[in-house]
């Protein structure tokens, strides 16, 4: 309640002071709503600020790691969500189209010719319940609320086999959108903005 007071505030003075103009405002208030925990929240944490050509040409692939606390998440959902958010901004991305070890996504990418593996990892997941649905399998009012993921990844240069960066993104539904969404449904944003940041276009 706190915090949306003070966004309240802090929106309403920015704009009687004339000094915001729309889209800053816009994403000042969409920021606060996620940092509150109203909207989806992730947040990554980065070995290195390494960045990559444009022109950089990405394999991406998923370990076949069960993540703790979700054991019925599809296979390959990370590789295939890193790879929407990837393709955006890097025109040369390839994935891998079920999971593989790393010394075999190793392979294929420099047979591909393939400059760079994103190598990722499912690690953990809390699918809380979302739905009615849900509510009437498993009946327990402590498992209502928001979902949770955190995701790992390794950046490695094929030709080198140098480690480029790391990174960790841990997610969080937010209490307006938490109904019928999933773990994986974290996923997508938080992969689209580390590409950003790999570009160094990142917002946060």
């Given at each position: 309640m706190i915090n949306l007071r003070f966004l309240v505030i802090s929106v309403?003075?920015?704009?009687?002071?004339?000094?915001?103009?729309?889209?800053?405002?816009?994403?000042?208030?969409?920021?606060?709503?996620?940092?509150?925990?109203?909207?989806?929240?992730?947040?990554?944490q980065r070995l290195n600020n390494f960045r990559l050509q444009a022109d950089s040409y990405i394999y991406i692939a998923q370990g076949a790691f069960v993540p703790v606390g979700h054991p019925y998440a599809r296979p390959n959902v990370v590789a295939e969500e890193a790879f929407k958010g990837f393709v955006e901004f890097f025109p040369r991305v390839r994935r891998a189209d079920k999971p593989e070890g790393f010394d075999e996504a190793m392979a294929k990418a420099r047979q591909l010719g393939a400059h760079y593996v994103l190598y990722t990892r499912f690690a953990g997941a809390d699918d809380r319940i979302g739905t009615w649905e849900e509510w009437e399998d498993q009946d327990d009012i402590g498992r209502v609320g928001r979902d949770r993921s955190v995701v790992q990844m390794m950046l490695v240069e094929t030709a080198t086999f140098r480690l480029v960066d790391t990174a960790r993104i841990r997610s969080r539904g937010g209490f307006l959108t938490f109904y019928d969404e999933r773990p994986e449904d974290l996923l997508g944003p938080a992969l689209n903005e580390y590409a950003q940041r790999l570009l160094g276009l990142g917002t946060r």
């Open positions: 309403l003075l920015s704009c009687l002071g004339g000094c915001m103009n729309v889209s800053d405002m816009a994403s000042g208030v969409e920021y606060h709503l996620r940092d509150a925990g109203l909207l989806d929240y992730s947040k990554t």
